[in-house]
């Protein structure tokens, strides 16, 4: 297996996913499947979900380059298990309840772990591999779970999750493969590929979204590969690598669960305080949003490649002051873009945009002014501000 293999795995994954997607929309229309337009969408028209369904036939066509053996079997099986348990909360009108959908991911996790999909120990920079023992079996579960929700949560307007589940796959593809992980690599190409196979129909304006069958399908085969093809390995920085790569949705659950803690709601509600509803709520437009998350995605790709490829640092532990300099570049302009987001169009512009708008639509002091600016901020909770011109 080598470099090859990969690429052809991403795109017979990619064309079944392109081809097949347009069917699975079908299929929405016709057992009723629609994702209607609630209060805190972002989009406007009934749309057909069950996109997850295209997005996993070309996960198991490209999974014809993988080497057939009880860790392949496993992940397959459990992406084959969240795709349908996905797909009933995509059909039911109201969903499955969250504890239900809770205990369906714990299943399908449960199925690659029970293949040996899991992480026995982790290696730290400047000490000895954590020895997890027994402890492996239930914190990879939990793991993957998480980051099964962190996608889901990401996937509220078109094409982000797609978009952002496409660099991570191609990212987590170049590491494993330099790595020696081979199985990982290709799985992580076949998922790259029917990511952006799926994503020609999902970007805005979309004719079709993932639904819960695809934001878990997802989520579990990132796990998986990350657990697979980095994290059992004894790269220093392997622990990094997945949490780098996975930053932008994962620092989003993070935000997000963090304010509904805050505010006693329950973590499974539905909010606008995502990322992708704070920009539209300052005004970006759905395409606009996913191009500035796409640009930090990258950025955070960039710094994980570096800590891969960069040699910042001899064999026996010397920094080389030339390549740390540049692995300080990459890391400074990661760190910028997470600045810019978070603080300039979160905060600032909105500032801003508001203060404008609130001088014009009601006569109120300086004082209230800024003290409802400060409530909104800190809830999220306001009305879209269209920015001038």
């Known amino acids: 297996m080598n470099d090859l293999d990969a690429l052809w795995a991403f795109l017979v994954a990619g064309v079944i996913a392109l081809v097949l997607t347009p069917l699975a929309a079908r299929l929405a229309h016709r057992i009723g499947a629609i994702d209607l337009p609630r209060e805190r969408s972002l989009h406007d028209s009934p749309t057909p979900s069950l996109g997850g369904i295209a997005i996993l036939a070309g996960v198991l066509a490209g999974a014809a380059f993988l080497p057939f053996n009880g860790e392949t079997r496993g992940i397959l099986g459990g992406a084959a298990a969240i795709a349908v348990i996905g797909a009933l909360d995509d059909v039911r009108e109201e969903g499955l309840s969250p504890v239900l959908k809770l205990i369906g991911q714990f299943a399908a996790a449960a199925i690659p772990v029970a293949a040996d999909v899991r992480v026995d120990n982790v290696t ?48 987590f593809a170049v590491i494993a493969l330099s790595l020696g992980r081979d199985d990982a690599g290709v799985l992580a190409a076949v998922v790259a590929g029917a990511s952006v196979g799926f994503l020609w129909h999902n970007f805005h304006p979309a004719s079709i979204f993932m639904g819960d069958s695809g934001s878990n399908l997802l989520g579990l085969l990132l796990a998986s590969i990350a657990v697979q093809g980095v994290l059992k390995t004894a790269a220093v920085v392997a622990l990094f690598f997945p949490l780098v790569i996975l930053a932008v949705p994962a620092l989003d659950a993070t935000f997000v669960v963090a304010k509904r803690i805050k505010y006693g709601r329950p973590v499974y509600s539905a909010d606008r305080w995502h990322f992708h509803h704070r920009f539209a709520n300052i005004g970006f437009s759905a395409r606009r949003t996913v191009l500035y998350l796409y640009a930090w995605t990258l950025s955070l790709a960039a710094l994980a ?78 009305e879209a501000v269209e920015p001038p011109g």
């Not at 730290?124 to 996608?151: C, K, Y």
């Not at 300039?344 to 801003?352: A, D, S």
């Open 124 to 171: 730290l920079p400047f000490v000895e591999p954590l020895q997890l023992g027994d402890w492996g079996i239930p914190l990879t579960m939990v793991g993957m779970v998480a980051v099964m929700n962190v996608v889901n949560f990401t996937d509220g307007v078109d094409g982000l999750a797609a978009g952002v589940c496409t660099i991570a796959a191609a990212t």
């Open 305 to 382: 490649l570096a800590l891969r490829f960069v040699p910042y640092s001899q064999d026996d532990g010397e920094l080389n002051a030339g390549w740390a300099a540049v692995m300080i570049a990459f890391g400074l302009v990661a760190l910028a873009a997470s600045a810019y987001l978070v603080l300039v169009l979160e905060i600032f512009k909105f500032r801003r945009f508001r203060e404008r708008q609130l001088r014009r639509q009601a006569a109120l002091s300086e004082r209230e002014i800024d003290e409802e600016i400060h409530r909104e901020v800190e809830t999220g909770e306001f």
